[in-house]
């Protein structure tokens, strides 16, 4: 999702035309989104009890997954990702640390195990992007998969990375975002490069078996109001 390419389009057209309700003009220096949506790290919250019930059918979870139709402005669906295309986060990506690489690939690439997963991707005005994937899990894996997506951004809050020998550099830092599903998180990820920077805002929210990665990205700002909108919006759908 942090392509180079996109920081290097976005350098040529103005990072601030037609982003209304998405984005604003901000500095390298504003890493929290907007004034006062940063918070500290805390521990990670705990998964709530699953109920048992299993997605095990892809199709149906992709249904219960936002449409253009609910997200506001011009947002188009992507056409999803043939297998045969390169992933896009590669298996060997170029950061240091390593690990720092599968930041915001989809749930079921960072924690094995789920009995489904699905995604879809829209693409809006002035390069801003939306990113939603989910998995199911059973009851005993659902807790451990939980943690571990709320560890990955902790343990990578300044990294780098290298593309086309074009090196970004990467902050994540946690963001304050209201309450919603069973259990959730939140958190920003800024890739900076030849003075762009790109922000991804993500949550990471339980719905019953089901977890949820939501990724609102923009040039330089992302309203964290827009993220906690569209949040509240797929929890409603996935619990129908």
Not at 183 to 190: I, K, R, S, V
Request: net charge negative.
């Amino acid at each position: 999702m942090m392509r180079v390419s996109v920081l290097r389009v976005g350098a040529v057209a103005s990072a601030c035309v037609g982003l209304v309700g998405i984005a604003g003009c901000g500095s390298d220096e504003d890493e929290c989104g907007s004034a006062g949506s940063c918070v500290p790290w805390t521990g990670p919250v705990t998964a709530a009890p699953g109920s048992g019930t299993v997605v095990r059918d892809p199709a149906q979870l992709s249904a219960g997954l936002l449409a253009a139709t609910d997200l506001p402005g011009d947002f188009a669906a992507v056409p999803p990702r043939a297998e045969s295309e390169a992933p896009a986060v590669p298996a060997k990506a170029l950061t240091d640390p390593p690990d720092c690489a599968r930041l915001l690939s989809p749930i079921s690439q960072q924690w094995p195990g789920s009995a489904a997963a699905a995604s879809v991707q829209f693409a809006g005005p002035s390069f801003a992007t939306i990113d939603i994937d989910a998995a199911s899990y059973p009851d005993t894996a659902l807790a451990p998969a939980f943690e571990a997506l709320q560890a990955q951004p902790r343990r990578c809050t300044s990294y780098s990375g290298e593309d086309e020998g074009v090196r970004i550099e990467y902050r994540t830092s946690a963001l304050a975002q209201p309450p919603a599903g069973d259990a959730g998180a939140a958190f920003t990820l800024t890739a900076s490069s030849e003075g762009l920077t790109l922000t991804s805002a993500t949550s990471l929210v339980q719905v019953g078996n089901t977890l949820v990665q939501v990724v609102v990205t923009a040039p330089e700002v992302v309203d964290p109001g827009v993220l906690a909108d569209l949040t509240a919006a797929q929890v409603r759908k996935l619990r129908g």
